[in-house]
């Protein structure tokens, strides 16, 4: 890799397309995949717009509710947010 100069790979544009470029700025969500025809990193039209929840440590803060039987000194670090100032293709 060192020998070849390959440590460093320039590239000519970014990404994705002109028409993809604010969709892809704009979302949070929006991740390169592979593409195997280029060998590189691109990003598709189709972009998730919306976090899933994931509730699997529910069951495990309910229990420990449970167990102290107040949420007095419990405090949670995360959180999902909104933003509704532009809308995402």
């Known amino acids: 890799m060192m020998t ?8 000519e544009a970014p990404p994705y397309t002109t028409e ?7 979302n949070s969500l929006a991740r390169a995949s592979p593409d195997e025809k280029t060998g590189s990193y691109t990003f ?3 972009q998730p717009t919306e ?5 699997a440590n529910v069951g495990a803060i ?11 000194g419990v405090g949670v ?9 532009y809308k995402l293709a």
């Not at 993809?20 to 704009?26: D, H, K």
């Not at 976090?51 to 509730?55: G, L, R, W």
């Not at 420990?64 to 949420?71: E, L, P, R």
């Open 4 to 11: 070849a100069n390959m440590l460093v790979k320039i590239k």
């Open 20 to 26: 993809l470029e604010t969709p892809v700025l704009l």
């Open 62 to 72: 309910e229990e420990a509710f449970k167990v102290s039987g107040s949420a007095a």
């Open 51 to 55: 976090v899933k929840p994931d509730f």
């Open 44 to 46: 598709k039209v189709n």
């Open 77 to 85: 670090d995360q959180g999902t947010f909104s933003v509704n100032s």
